[in-house]
């Protein structure tokens, strides 16, 4: 009894520690997920607690629980146009692009480790993914947000990934230990099992879950419970048919999330929360796992092998695989730079140990460094190089609802609530006035307390609560009426200094501004114009440059544009050294565009 008291308030009070110690992470910059693994680490055998644990299984059956709940939720927060947008990008990435990892990685480890060609074979597949929970953590809490296309890859990457990840290591295992006498047959009806199996039964889990949850009428608390119960039943039901239980819930999350369904605010919220949780227990247990003073002996060629994967692997996978797409020198750069890897190498350094694999343990020590080293380089860095790259975007509006009330079986609107905020848009309308979206409707306003009485003639005021009925939809994208809206100059920086409607005619402001648009453009929009020399689908940050000036896509729906920032001078913050390079240019290139302005 007094063993199982202390191993809770010890596990109670290393959560504690670790949600405290991110406060200070986030002003440091640092990644919040090297934190806890820190954190484990010195708990552990050679840290201040000197906590002895080196159960392999359990960090493998609390790893794969973990990693089901974030990858479900990470599911459920992954817009349809995203999935629309960079769907086959990050297929090719995720199957194609992890290959080409692990096969680069593997020549590595036979030159660098002296491992035996199947070996090093096992050491890259176990190298080549993506972690789901950094790139999900690193993408949205590092205070930096990147355009749709690069960010929706990266995290839809890093959804996809495991199954080919998992199979390339499981397969490599039964290699080493069988020798090359696999069958080829064998080994494609395997991955076809995984890859296929896996996406066909989470889509399916997905429209049963989302079945039930339109059809149970339960006690509010009791919905959160139905959907993380759901999600695990899918990833366990479909590991039992040897198909890839990580794309299954992935996949199912990301079905759910495609038309609303009940209870929808409160599901989300509630993952969010058990999402933190599960990556504070998973962290923590992969720190303790680790013997610092074990690696010594392997650190040298581990730290060659984190250095090729980060400079040379991962950049030459994702070039090839990105040729056949429409991305953007930088855009590419960012994607093979925040290439990061976390608990999934550990997780997959640990099958090769429980398989009793010869020199298993060089396996883990490799994996353990290779993901240290990619949350100090990259994950340190994954503001610096979206700045310095070009892509990063204002942010989007702080969300301000704390309200969500379904309306029981069959409706088909639910009651939300909204904080007006400083610098809201409605702050200009009367209330009445607000154009919503179709079904959605303000029922009450409350100020100091009170209800207003014929709150439609009445001004908004910031601090006012409103109280909304709207489909389930809707309820989200209400949040932009009632939320702060203004965004820093940093924030802009890059957006242009001067802002047009879609509609406006690319032909005046060619006569305006001198805009090199060619007669073709003579009789289309501004937006037209955009989307003829960018494509159908663009996302906030997609630029054209006409001349010495560029205009930018400032907002965009559905990928359709709204509004076109004109830019006269690059005003985006680089580095140091690239803002050096050009204000050698940036006098001249100002001085003219002022010139053609004003006429003189």
Same mark, same amino acid.
């Given at each position: ?72 939720? $990470? $599911? ?97 295992? =039964? ?106 227990? !998973? ?35 994702? !070039? ?88 029981? =079986? ?63 939809? &809707? ?25 047009? &409607?879609? &509609? ?9 501004? $001198? ?39 400032? &907002? ?17 913050? =680089? ?12 006098? !001249? ?12």
């Amino acid at each position: 009894m007094a063993l199982i008291n202390q191993l809770i308030f010890l596990g109670a009070l290393l959560a504690l520690i670790s949600i405290l110690l991110g406060q200070l992470s986030s002003r440091l910059g640092a990644p919040l997920l090297l934190v806890f693994l820190v954190l484990g680490m010195m708990a552990g055998e050679d840290g201040l607690l000197g906590i002895p644990f080196q159960s392999y299984q359990a960090t493998f059956a609390v790893g794969s629980i973990a990693l089901a709940i974030i990858l479900f939720e $990470g $599911g459920l927060r992954t817009p349809r146009e995203v999935v629309k947008l960079v769907f086959w990008p990050s297929l090719t990435l995720a199957t194609f692009g992890v290959l080409l990892t692990a096969l680069c990685m593997a020549g590595m480890a036979v030159l660098v480790l002296g491992m035996q060609p199947l070996e090093g074979v096992l050491m890259g597949a176990i190298l080549a993914s993506t972690d789901a929970a950094a790139v999900f953590m690193l993408l949205h809490g590092q205070g930096v947000a990147v355009n749709a296309r690069v960010g929706g890859t990266l995290e839809l990457e890093s959804g996809m990934n495991d199954p080919m990840a998992v199979f390339l290591t499981l397969m490599a295992v =039964h290699l080493v230990q069988a020798g090359a006498a696999v069958s080829g047959w064998y080994v494609l009806a395997s991955f076809t099992l995984e890859l296929v199996g896996g996406g066909i039964i989470g889509m399916a889990g997905g429209f049963g879950l989302r079945w039930l949850l339109q059809r149970l009428t339960l006690s509010a608390g009791l919905y959160p419970v139905l959907a993380t119960a759901g999600a695990l039943l899918i990833f366990a039901g479909t590991n039992t048919v040897h198909a890839s239980g990580f794309l299954a819930v992935y996949v199912a999350g990301v079905m759910l999330a495609q038309t609303p369904y009940r209870a929808q605010q409160v599901i989300t919220r509630f993952l969010d929360g058990l999402a933190w949780l599960a990556q504070i227990a !998973m962290f923590l247990m992969l720190g303790l796992l680790v013997t610092p003073s074990a690696l010594i002996a392997d650190l040298a060629a581990a730290l060659i092998l984190a250095l090729g994967l980060i400079l040379i692997a991962r950049p030459g996978a994702v !070039m090839l695989c990105l040729i056949p797409f429409r991305f953007n020198w930088r855009e590419r750069g960012f994607v093979a730079w925040v290439g990061l890897r976390g608990a999934v190498p550990i997780f997959l350094a640990s099958i090769p140990i429980l398989a009793e694999v010869p020199n298993a343990q060089v396996y883990f020590n490799v994996a353990f460094v290779a993901v240290l080293t990619s949350l100090l380089v990259q994950g340190w860095t994954v503001g610096r190089a979206a700045r310095f790259l070009g892509l990063e975007v204002p942010h989007a509006a702080p969300h301000g609802q704390d309200l969500d009330i379904s309306l029981g =079986h069959g409706a088909t609107r639910e009651l939300a609530g909204y904080r007006v905020q400083e610098g809201a848009r409605i702050l200009n309308y009367d209330y009445g006035e607000i154009d919503l979206p179709p079904q959605a409707e303000i029922i009450s306003v409350i100020r100091e307390s009170a209800p207003i009485a014929l709150f439609r003639e009445t001004r908004p005021l910031a601090g006012d609560y409103v109280i909304a009925i709207a489909p389930s939809a &809707e309820i989200a994208g209400l949040n932009q009426f009632f939320a702060h809206h203004e965004v820093d100059e940093a924030s802009a920086a890059g957006f242009g200094e001067f802002v047009f &409607e879609a &509609e406006t005619l690319a032909s005046d402001l060619a006569l305006l501004y $001198g805009l090199p648009v060619g007669q073709v453009a003579k009789d289309l929009t501004l937006g037209a114009y955009l989307h003829e020399r960018l494509g159908d689908q663009v996302v906030p940050g997609d630029r054209l440059k006409l001349g010495e000036i560029e205009l930018v896509v400032r &907002e965009a729906r559905d990928g359709r544009i709204q509004r076109i920032g004109l830019e006269l001078e690059d005003t985006r913050v =680089h580095l140091p050294v690239t803002r050096t390079l050009r204000k050698l240019k940036h006098p !001249m290139k100002t001085w003219r565009a002022f010139r053609r302005l004003t006429g003189v």
